[in-house]
Nanobody, 123 residues
Framework: QVQLVESGGGLVQAGGSLRLSCAVS????????MAWFRQAPGTEREFVAA????????YYAGSVKGRFNISRDTAKNTVYLQMNSLKAEDTAVYCC????????????????WGQGTQVTVSS
């Protein structure tokens, strides 16, 4: 079993930045590709970014490419999402997820999920 716990969400003005963290425990962190998804009220869960088990590969949704950066620290068993130039449409609950295969944007492919952290961007 893998446990994922997100933190770092909050309220920020448009144009600002936030860094989300996802602490992973329970199994070998380096065995899993990790990703961030988000879900706004009344919408479906949306893929944001993914990172390979080694950290050498990353993959972004078009809506965040160039503004968001995903990274991982194996020593700390933590995945990060640095979010810059935030927009009102980035407002959502952000969840991290783990899977055995890198590069998948389909939420159903992910085996483990955190509870999420709220990000609210005021315009």
């Amino acid at each position: 079993q893998v446990q994922l716990v997100e933190s770092g969400g909050g309220l920020v003005q448009a144009g600002g930045s936030l860094r989300l963290s996802c602490a992973v425990s329970g199994r070998t962190f380096s065995n899993y590709a990790m990703a961030w998804f988000r879900q706004a009220p009344g919408t479906e869960r949306e893929f944001v970014a993914a990172i390979s088990w080694s950290g050498g590969g990353t993959y972004y949704a078009g809506s965040v490419k160039g503004r968001f950066n995903i990274s991982r620290d194996t020593a700390k068993n933590t995945v990060y999402l640095q979010m810059n130039s935030l927009k009102a449409e980035d407002t959502a609950v952000y969840c991290c997820a783990a899977t055995s295969t890198f590069g998948i944007s389909r939420a159903t492919a992910y085996d483990y999920w955190g509870q999420g952290t709220q990000v609210t961007v005021s315009s």
